[in-house]
Every structure is written in C-alpha cells, then in structure tokens.
C-alpha cells in the first residue's frame, strides 16, 4: 500500500503516518477512499474537463488528488481548498460557522494568489499551474504532476550530495528564482523540503504557499512564515525591507546542510553571539570556490549577498563575482567614481588577495587621484604581476609628472603585458613624442589604432604627431576625424579632447592651405568658440588670426575674451599685449606684460617687450632694469641689448652727459656681435656706421 504527498509528491510506503521526505501527514487509499469528505474516484469537475482518480493526499488547508485532463488524458495533480472542519454533501463543501464570511473570503483569495503567482512564473523547474477555478462552494488549483524525491530525502537517504551534483541542482532552481524574482516575488520557504528531484534529475521548485509581491528594497508588511536555518535575519520582521538576496540566502543555506549534512546556525543566533561554522570545517572536501559562494549568499548584511539570482548562477559556474566589486560596477556605470573606489575598497576588506579587484581600483583611481592610484597600482602589480593594466597605470602617472623615461619604461612593460589595451598604447605614443622620438611615437599610435580605429585620443595623438614631424595633410585628415568622433559621444571629455585636438588642425590648415581665398582656418576657429566656448585657446586663436589679418581691434576683444577664462595659455598673454602696443595703448601693454611676468618670471621676450615699452614712455631706470633681465634670462638676445643700449643712451645726468656711457658701447657691441651670428647683418652694420659718424669706435 502507497500513497503519494500532496506537499512534495513523493511516493510513501505503508509503513508511516508521515511523509518521509517531508514530514507531513498522509492518508492511505485504504482509509482515503472510505473518507466521507473526499472527492470520490471519478468525479468530473470543470463542466467534465477533469476526472478525479485518487487522493494523493492532505494536509494544512488542502486535499490533493492525482486526476486526469480528459481531452488528452494527461496527468494532473488537483488542489483542493479543504476549510478546517468543514463538511461535504454530495460534491459541495460546507463552511464551519466559525469561519467568517470575510475570513471565508480571504482564504479564498489566498489559494487564488497562490495559482496567480505560479501562473507568472513559467520555468521548466517551477511546477507548471495549468489552471484555477471555483467550484462545489471552494477552490481549485491544477497543476503539474510530479513524481520524485525532494533533496531532503536524498540527503536522509544517500548522504551529503557531491559538489557538482549540487551545482547541478541548484542552477536549475537559480534560474527558477530568475523568473520568480521578475515578477516582483518572493518564494520565501525555500529549503531542500521544498525542491524535488524527478527522475529525469530535474530539480523542481515547489510550494508557493508562502510566495509574496515585494518591491526590491521597500519595506513592506509581510507575514513572518519562514523556516529556521535557512531564512535570514530580515525574514522574522514583519516590517523589514525586502529584496531577492533574501530567498538567496535561503538556497546558499541549503547548499550549506547538502554539502555538510548540518543545518546552519539560525541567523538570530548568528546576529547574537554565535558565529557560523565554515563548510569546510564540517566537510574538508568542498572546495574554497564553493564555501565562497555559500558564505558569501549567507552574509548577515543583505548588500553583502549576491543581489540576483544570476550573480549567483555566474559563482556556481566559476565566475565568481563578490557583491561589493559588483557594486562597484554598477555605480561605475552611473559615473559615481567615488562611490566606486569605496566599493573596492570593502571588497579588498573581505577579500585582500583578490587581484581583479586590485587593478580595477587602481584604473578608478587613475581618474580620481594621481597619488591614490600610484599607491593601488603597485598593491595590484603584487597581487597579479601579469597584468599590464598596473604598469599602465603608473605610466600614465608618470606622464602626467612629466617624468617622461620612466612613463616609457612602465608603459612598455604594461604593453608586452597588456597589447591589446588601447589606452596603453596611446599613452605610450604620447610619452615617445614627448622625449622626441617621433617613429616611436608614429609606432605605438598606429598599434592602438589598429585595436581601435575609433578612439578619439589616438587619432588626436596621431595629429599631433603628424603636426610635429611637418606632415600637415595626414594632420588635417586624423585631426578631422578625431573631432568627429569626439562631438558624436557629447561627454565632458569628447570638449576636453576638442580643446587640445583643435588647435593642431588649425596649425596644419593654417600651414597646408596656400589659397588667399580659403577660409577653412577661420570657419575651423568659429567652429573651435562654438564648441569649447571656454576655451582661453580657443579664443587666443580667434584673435592670432585677426591680428595676422591687421584686423587689430578685432583681435584685441578676443584675446581680452580668452584672458577672462581659465588655463590661459602664455601666448594668449603675449599677444594680447603686441595687438595693444599695435594700438599705441602703452599702459595697458606694460600692464599685461607685468601680469604675465608675476607668471611666467623666466620668459626673455616678456622682458623685452616690458623693457622698450617702458623705454617709450621715458621710464627709463625700469627699462633698464627689464631689458638687463631679459639679456640674462637669453644672453645672446641682440634685439634686447639693442634696445639696451638705446635706453642707456637716454639715461643722463642733469646736465644732458650720458650717465653709463661704457655700459651703452657694450650693450650696442653685443648686439652687433649678435645680430652677425644670427645672420642679421644689416642691422650689425647700421649699429657700426651710426658709430662710426659720431666718431667713436665701438
């Protein structure tokens, strides 16, 4: 004699009152079929689509019956809601008067929800719900026949399960929980009672009786119906937020009794004082891999868990990824770089030797903090030697330091490591052309554009490498696409590449194009303020052109414009005070030049220019003194002790005497001198001859 459990389907022999896998009480066809309130064998129900066959059994608030759907004769297992102390004439059931109609109700609506949520979750390892419906005064659930042991009664029967039988099993039920999860529920009763096993080895999720709606993260009023051992901490409050990493912890805590044979620590014991004892220290035997993921399911801390089902199906598969590094990819993703490099931070917490996460900390901070990264690239190096990405890191460090050898070394040893990384090679590019070695350079820019042809900073490097070695159409050509690609992406760094990209094309338009008639430099300009209108260069650029044009007040309103904003290039400042001595505005000339000195305090020409200046409205000590610092800063700069001797020869004592004349012949000496080494002849003679008319030799 056998009767099958209407809890999870397993076929019992005669010799117990209880479900052997399960432990919920049974009826036998001998008693059963002699009950006065089941359905006896061939009732119809649904207008006859149904044939009652036999009690499987009963329990809680239900009879369920093996059936059969006529119109093709398959099987079916038949839910029944059967009310406590209810009776039955003929078909119909009779609700005791101690059930309120309102209550009546509910538990109607309860067996209903029950079908709905199955109905949702359609998945070859859920029981599949055929149908639902009211009838004889009560409810029907048809669902799926299954026949097979749940994983608590292999586990009773036939020991620990092997690891990957067990990854087996709980793949399957993880991408039942996929589908569960989708539809915004939860299954919250899932433990190796509830999984069964048919003999086609498919595990199948049962019971969803205790199945809720949640909204992931909101706290939502839920009955507490949970199973100790296997429900975490948030499941025995009634009022706590609620999220999938809590039928997560569920299944890692029944990966965890499969495994060892022990069920785990209750988690308001292992929010006390009690810790959880490691799988491995119960069964050696399991992998570190596997005790990572469970352990990692079970954490006390929902954030700490795997968030999905399917970061947990990757883990079983070897892809393991801890919930914190993953999080960190996620606010990656939202440009939250800060946020990011915490992220990693708590997962180096938990886990120091895990270099993945080493190296993605130290790219993060590439962008953050220069000092930071150096710090997390070396921790990474240590970690995971071979990957180039580290190296890369401190070469691009170095770049920015100007320590351009050692950015070459580093960057070398990240591109043998890591060839394939873009970024690598075009930092590489970079640091070649900034010690000068142009083949170089034109050698690793052209690597990364093979890898990828679209990146806008190495067609943008290409250009300036192009512009250095005087090759000024394969400027225009890398240069243009460059910026094309750069306004397609509208980021703040496409404006970043722009501002820098864009001057060189207009250098090798300014150089390539020979036409009087072309306009392709100015339309390049315009569109150069309407893109970076921020720009200082940008700016700068608009007023050298016009300024070149003789278009003198034009170019001075620009480049009083590119003045007001940040990062103003020294050439801005210089030419903005020529464009004022080219307007006779004397003062305002001076006034840039003295700004620009409180900056740049060892340029020869700001001198130069601040010195005849001030010599042209008779200050003559302060030229002096400027003109002097500028012959010191470029000893062998003949215009400078030109105009230093012409100041000195205006400097006289109160009765008209040439004050410093042996300090004028040699300022007028040295100029000469110069001005033939540096093959301006005319002028060397021109000094000599007006020497020689006022007979004195020089």
């Given at each position: 004699?056998?009767?099958?459990?209407?809890?999870?389907?397993?076929?019992?022999?005669?010799?117990?009152?209880?479900?052997?896998?399960?432990?919920?009480?049974?009826?036998?066809?001998?008693?059963?079929?002699?009950?006065?309130?089941?359905?006896?064998?061939?009732?119809?129900?649904?207008?006859?689509?149904?044939?009652?066959?036999?009690?499987?059994?009963?329990?809680?608030?239900?009879?369920?019956?093996?059936?059969?759907?006529?119109?093709?004769?398959?099987?079916?297992?038949?839910?029944?809601?059967?009310?406590?102390?209810?009776?039955?004439?003929?078909?119909?059931?009779?609700?005791?008067?101690?059930?309120?109609?309102?209550?009546?109700?509910?538990?109607?609506?309860?067996?209903?929800?029950?079908?709905?949520?199955?109905?949702?979750?359609?998945?070859?390892?859920?029981?599949?719900?055929?149908?639902?419906?009211?009838?004889?005064?009560?409810?029907?659930?048809?669902?799926?026949?299954?026949?097979?042991?749940?994983?608590?009664?292999?586990?009773?029967?036939?020991?620990?399960?092997?690891?990957?039988?067990?990854?087996?099993?709980?793949?399957?039920?993880?991408?039942?929980?996929?589908?569960?999860?989708?539809?915004?529920?939860?299954?919250?009763?899932?433990?190796?009672?509830?999984?069964?096993?048919?003999?086609?080895?498919?595990?199948?999720?049962?019971?969803?009786?205790?199945?809720?709606?949640?909204?992931?993260?909101?706290?939502?009023?839920?009955?507490?119906?949970?199973?100790?051992?296997?429900?975490?901490?948030?499941?025995?409050?009634?009022?706590?937020?609620?999220?999938?990493?809590?039928?997560?912890?569920?299944?890692?805590?029944?990966?965890?009794?499969?495994?060892?044979?022990?069920?785990?620590?209750?988690?308001?014991?292992?929010?006390?004082?009690?810790?959880?004892?490691?799988?491995?220290?119960?069964?050696?035997?399991?992998?570190?891999?596997?005790?990572?993921?469970?352990?990692?399911?079970?954490?006390?801390?929902?954030?700490?868990?795997?968030?999905?089902?399917?970061?947990?199906?990757?883990?079983?598969?070897?892809?393991?990824?801890?919930?914190?590094?993953?999080?960190?990819?996620?606010?990656?993703?939202?440009?939250?770089?800060?946020?990011?490099?915490?992220?990693?931070?708590?997962?180096?917490?938990?886990?120091?030797?895990?270099?993945?996460?080493?190296?993605?900390?130290?790219?993060?901070?590439?962008?953050?903090?220069?000092?930071?990264?150096?710090?997390?690239?070396?921790t990474a190096i240590r970690l995971q030697p071979n990957d180039?990405?580290?190296?890369?890191?401190?070469?691009?460090?170095?770049?920015?330091?100007?320590?351009?050898?050692?950015?070459?070394?580093?960057?070398?040893?990240?591109?043998?490591?890591?060839?394939?990384?873009?970024?690598?090679?075009?930092?590489?590019?970079?640091?070649?052309?900034?010690?000068?070695?142009?083949?170089?350079?034109?050698?690793?820019?052209?690597?990364?554009?093979?890898?990828?042809?679209?990146?806008?900073?190495?067609?943008?490097?290409?250009?300036?490498?192009?512009?250095?070695?005087?090759?000024?159409?394969?400027?225009?050509?890398?240069?243009?696409?460059?910026?094309?690609?750069?306004?397609?992406?509208?980021?703040?760094?496409?404006?970043?590449?722009?501002?820098?990209?864009?001057?060189?094309?207009?250098?090798?338009?300014?150089?390539?194009?020979?036409?009087?008639?072309?306009?392709?430099?100015?339309?390049?300009?315009?569109?150069?303020?309407?893109?970076?209108?921020?720009?200082?260069?940008?700016?700068?650029?608009?007023?050298?052109?016009?300024?070149?044009?003789?278009?003198?007040?034009?170019?001075?309103?620009?480049?009083?414009?590119?003045?007001?904003?940040?990062?103003?290039?020294?050439?801005?400042?210089?030419?903005?005070?020529?464009?004022?001595?080219?307007?006779?505005?004397?003062?305002?000339?001076?006034?840039?030049?003295?700004?620009?000195?409180?900056?740049?305090?060892?340029?020869?020409?700001?001198?130069?220019?601040?010195?005849?200046?001030?010599?042209?409205?008779?200050?003559?000590?302060?030229?002096?003194?400027?003109?002097?610092?500028?012959?010191?800063?470029?000893?062998?700069?003949?215009?400078?002790?030109?105009?230093?001797?012409?100041?000195?020869?205006?400097?006289?004592?109160?009765?008209?005497?040439?004050?410093?004349?042996?300090?004028?012949?040699?300022?007028?000496?040295?100029?000469?001198?110069?001005?033939?080494?540096?093959?301006?002849?005319?002028?060397?003679?021109?000094?000599?001859?007006?020497?020689?008319?006022?007979?004195?030799?020089?």
């Open positions: 004699m056998s009767i099958t459990c209407i809890v999870c389907g397993h076929i019992n022999t005669g010799s117990t009152n209880y479900c052997t896998s399960c432990g919920a009480a049974l009826e036998f066809e001998d008693t059963v079929s002699s009950s006065a309130y089941h359905l006896p064998s061939g009732t119809l129900l649904r207008q006859s689509h149904y044939r009652i066959e036999k009690v499987l059994g009963e329990g809680g608030f239900g009879i369920t019956y093996q059936g059969i759907y006529l119109p093709n004769s398959a099987k079916v297992a038949i839910k029944e809601l059967w009310p406590e102390k209810a009776a039955r004439m003929g078909k119909t059931i009779t609700w005791p008067p101690s059930i309120a109609p309102i209550d009546r109700k509910r538990q109607l609506h309860k067996f209903q929800l029950e079908a709905s949520y199955l109905q949702k979750c359609y998945h070859p390892n859920i029981a599949q719900v055929y149908d639902w419906f009211e009838e004889n005064n009560t409810a029907y659930l048809v669902m799926e026949f299954i026949s097979g042991k749940s994983l608590s009664k292999i586990l009773q029967e036939e020991g620990v399960l092997s690891e990957e039988k067990l990854k087996d099993y709980f793949i399957q039920v993880a991408e039942a929980l996929t589908v569960v999860h989708s539809n915004q529920l939860l299954h919250r009763d899932i433990k190796p009672d509830n999984i069964l096993i048919d003999y086609q080895d498919r595990a199948v999720l049962i019971d969803f009786g205790a199945t809720k709606e949640f909204m992931a993260g909101q706290t939502r009023e839920m009955s507490v119906t949970l199973s100790p051992g296997y429900a975490p901490l948030e499941q025995y409050s009634y009022r706590s937020k609620r999220w999938p990493a809590t039928d997560i912890y569920a299944l890692c805590a029944s990966m965890y009794e499969l495994l060892t044979g022990e069920l785990p620590a209750q988690a308001t014991e292992r929010a006390g004082s009690e810790t959880l004892i490691s799988p491995r220290q119960l069964a050696p035997e399991i992998t570190p891999q596997t005790e990572q993921v469970i352990l990692t399911g079970m954490k006390m801390k929902v954030e700490e868990r795997f968030q999905t089902a399917e970061e947990l199906i990757d883990a079983l598969k070897g892809k393991f990824v801890s919930p914190s590094q993953r999080k960190a990819w996620g606010l990656l993703k939202q440009g939250k770089l800060a946020e990011a490099v915490q992220a990693y931070q708590q997962c180096l917490t938990n886990q120091p030797n895990h270099g993945e996460a080493a190296v993605e900390l130290a790219l993060v901070q590439m962008h953050l903090n220069d000092a930071q990264a150096e710090v997390a690239a070396e180039g990405r580290s190296y890369g890191v401190l070469g691009l460090v170095n770049c920015r330091k100007s320590n351009w050898s050692t950015a070459v070394k580093q960057l070398q040893q990240a591109a043998n490591l890591a060839p394939q990384e873009v970024w690598i090679q075009a930092n590489l590019a970079w640091a070649w052309g900034k010690l000068g070695n142009w083949q170089q350079a034109e050698s690793a820019v052209s690597k990364a554009l093979q890898i990828d042809s679209n990146s806008t900073f190495a067609l943008g490097l290409q250009a300036w490498i192009n512009v250095n070695q005087q090759q000024w159409k394969q400027a225009i050509r890398t240069a243009t696409q460059a910026l094309f690609k750069s306004k397609q992406a509208q980021s703040k760094e496409s404006q970043q590449l722009q501002q820098w990209i864009y001057p060189y094309l207009i250098i090798a338009l300014e150089k390539a194009v020979v036409t009087r008639q072309s306009r392709d430099v100015e339309r390049r300009i315009i569109e150069f303020t309407t893109q970076v209108p921020d720009s200082a260069v940008a700016w700068g650029l608009k007023g050298w052109k016009q300024a070149v044009q003789g278009l003198w007040p034009e170019a001075l309103a620009n480049f009083d414009q590119a003045s007001q904003k940040a990062d103003v290039p020294s050439w801005v400042s210089l030419n903005q005070g020529i464009t004022q001595e080219h307007l006779q505005n004397y003062q305002g000339a001076i006034q840039t030049y003295q700004a620009y000195i409180q900056k740049f305090p060892s340029d020869p020409f700001a001198f130069f220019r601040l010195g005849t200046l001030l010599g042209k409205v008779g200050q003559w000590a302060q030229a002096r003194s400027h003109l002097e610092k500028a012959v010191q800063l470029k000893p062998d700069y003949a215009e400078a002790y030109h105009n230093l001797g012409w100041v000195l020869l205006n400097i006289r004592t109160v009765d008209g005497q040439v004050e410093n004349f042996r300090p004028l012949l040699s300022a007028y000496r040295q100029a000469s001198e110069f001005y033939v080494q540096q093959y301006q002849s005319q002028l060397a003679g021109a000094i000599r001859q007006a020497f020689e008319i006022a007979g004195v030799e020089l």
